[in-house]
């Protein structure tokens, strides 16, 4: 990532198409799927009902999409927590969910600057985009997207 200013913190200016980001991981549990539903009010069977998905190709209950990607998302804002360059979470582009992920599945995020586009905005210098993908334990790609984000 480009250098930080002197009190430590990457702005707009500081960043350059090609920067990289790999978070931590972190293993999706039942309680948390449960959980998501309850929160979302999605309670279809694929994912909450071992019965339902018995027969299905991958044969147990797999994450929610949305639950990844709010995974995502916060695997993500843990890791740039110490480096708050980000003002908001601007929008999202080209979601896709191409891998079921079943509970027990650890993951974790990628982020690679593709574009940078300066704005002039009353709180932020411009908007970074990231082509961002959530990797599972075994290398594949669970989710892809290009997360947009309001940079100072």
Request: aromatic share 8%.
């Amino acid at each position: 990532m480009g250098d930080a200013n002197d009190d430590g913190a990457v702005r707009f200016v500081d960043l350059e198409v090609g920067d990289e980001t790999i978070t931590h991981s972190r293993t999706l549990t039942e309680a948390d799927v449960r959980e998501f539903a309850g929160v979302s009010g999605d309670f279809n069977p694929l994912h909450l009902s071992e019965s339902y998905t018995a027969d299905l190709p991958f044969g147990e209950p797999i994450a929610h999409g949305a639950l990844l990607f709010a995974v995502t998302t916060g695997l993500l804002w843990q890791h740039r927590h110490e480096r708050p360059e980000t003002v908001a979470f601007y929008g999202v582009d080209s979601l896709r969910f191409t891998e079921p992920v079943t509970m027990g599945t650890t993951v974790q995020a990628e982020s690679e600057l593709i574009e940078k586009e300066p704005r002039d905005h009353p709180v932020g210098n411009g908007l970074a985009r990231y082509e961002t993908r959530l990797v599972t334990d075994d290398g594949s790609v669970a989710l892809s997207c290009e997360l947009l984000t309001l940079v100072k």
